[in-house]
């Protein structure tokens, strides 16, 4: 009986094998990662902001873009905390400035621009180059403060977080 030969001269059954096997190497890599953790939550500045800019200065700021989240972004396409999340198997984060949002898989603080310091600081020293924004990491822990009370039911919940 005559094998009929592919790719390599390997037997065609062969490569079917193979294919099969590089197939279920690719889905076995695809596969989800166990889940771990429940939810994210970000600081940052425009590496990270998923729509807290817009947010915080529509209607402030000339030619803000009108788009929603999850189209705010400082990007056209996904943010590295995107792919964080979607790897993790959360949801994509919510921008905190979304008030009224279930933000008990998590939340974003990141916004645009965003200083380590406080703005006092910067005002302070005379530094006029910084954007006179009020969200700084400092500001973005407050707010996480806050959410935090939003998403822990129980006082020791909220001791625990
Ligand atoms: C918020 O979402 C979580 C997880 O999806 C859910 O268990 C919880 O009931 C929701 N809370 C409210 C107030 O809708
Ligand atoms: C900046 O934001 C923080 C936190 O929300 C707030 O406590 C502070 O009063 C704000 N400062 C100014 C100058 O708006």
């Given at each position: 009986m005559e094998t009929t030969r592919g790719f390599l001269g390997l037997p065609s059954w062969c490569i079917v094998l193979l294919c099969l096997a590089a197939g279920w190497m690719v889905a076995a890599e695809a596969a989800p990662l166990?889940?771990?953790?429940?939810a994210i939550f970000s600081f940052g500045d425009s590496f990270s902001d998923t729509g807290n800019f817009v947010i915080i200065n529509s209607g402030k700021l000339p030619n803000m873009p009108k788009f929603p989240p999850p189209y705010a972004r400082c990007s056209n396409g996904r943010l590295v905390i995107d792919f964080l999340a979607e790897a993790l198997g959360v949801p994509l984060l919510p921008p905190s400035?979304?008030?009224?949002?279930?933000?008990s898989q998590g939340a974003n603080f990141a916004v645009m621009g965003?200083?380590?310091?406080?703005l006092k600081y910067f005002r302070d020293n005379n530094v006029w180059s910084i954007p006179p924004f009020n969200t700084s990491m400092n500001c973005q822990l407050e707010w996480f403060q806050e959410v935090k009370e939003t998403i822990c039911s129980s006082p020791q919940g909220n001791h625990l977080l």
């Open positions: 166990p889940q771990y953790y429940n400035a979304n008030k009224g949002t279930n933000f965003a200083t380590a310091l406080d």
